[in-house]
């Protein structure tokens, strides 16, 4: 059984593009999660998802940062215009129902900015 | 609002040696709590939980029970290997969906 699958493992930006970041929950789990860890830090949740619709995104940015999971395909965080202060590692997590613990983690995008 | 402390890092103890990694909390209501483990470049990996006060869980031979007493849940081990230098995160889940994280400590564990 496949895990959470995150690609690409490493991004590299120049300042100003954009960043998109791929997450395949565990096969059956709809419900996603994306965390952020900053260097030295912990993680911090940004946004958590549920098919074709966003249940919290209390944690997220209120600009340039968007989160989809639609009803095929991968769940997709994007970072436009993207800064040095983006640099980071987004992770990804899925469960199986609402609020369903303990979480899967994928193994992370690590997201450098030139 | 909900949070989690861990101690500090880095942690550095020499194999077979005792290990307690300090983490309390703060939340309304009865949160889970969790310990993660990373190793690097890796993503996070559940190490063990506990749901309600008083459980310990336990996996690998790490151990943690849950203290609402004290609203902790420290992580020990009672030999450790070079194999667990890591990072450790304590988290607690209590509603909503997401977890609340510690700021991680890491673990070097020298032969």
């Known amino acids: 059984n496949a895990g959470v699958m995150q690609n690409p493992r490493h991004l590299v930006r120049r300042r100003g593009q954009e960043a998109r970041l791929r997450c395949s929950p565990v096969?059956?789990?709809?419900?996603v999660y994306w965390y952020r860890q900053l260097p030295e830090e912990g993680l911090k949740f940004m946004v958590y998802?549920?098919?074709?619709?966003?249940?919290?995104e209390s944690g997220m940015p209120k600009e340039r940062f968007s989160a989809e999971f639609p009803k095929e395909g991968p769940s997709i965080l994007r970072i436009q215009q993207v800064v040095r202060g983006d640099s980071a590692a987004y992770f990804c997590?899925?469960?199986?129902?609402?609020?369903?613990?303990?979480?899967?983690f994928g193994d992370g995008t690590r997201l450098s900015i030139l | 609002g909900d949070s989690v402390t861990q101690m500090e890092g880095p942690v550095t103890l020499s194999e077979e040696a005792f290990l307690t990694i300090n983490c309390t909390y703060t939340?309304?209501?009865?949160?889970?709590l969790f310990w993660y483990v990373q190793y690097p470049g890796e993503g996070l990996q559940l190490l063990l939980k506990?749901?309600?006060?008083?459980d310990k869980g336990s996996n690998k031979g790490f151990e943690a029970t849950y203290r609402k007493e004290t609203t902790s849940f420290h992580l020990e081990k009672g030999s450790v290997q070079v194999s667990d230098s890591a990072v450790y995160f304590c988290?607690?889940?209590?509603?909503?969906?997401?977890?609340?994280f510690g700021q991680g400590t890491e673990l070097s564990v020298k032969p």
């Open positions: 939340a309304t209501g009865y949160p889970s």
């Open positions: 988290a607690l889940y209590n509603q909503g969906g997401k977890l609340i």
């Open positions: 506990a749901t309600k006060a008083d």
């Open positions: 998802l549920q098919k074709e619709n966003i249940i919290d």
């Open positions: 997590a899925s469960s199986p129902e609402r609020g369903g613990q303990p979480q899967h």
């Open positions: 096969k059956g789990h709809s419900h």
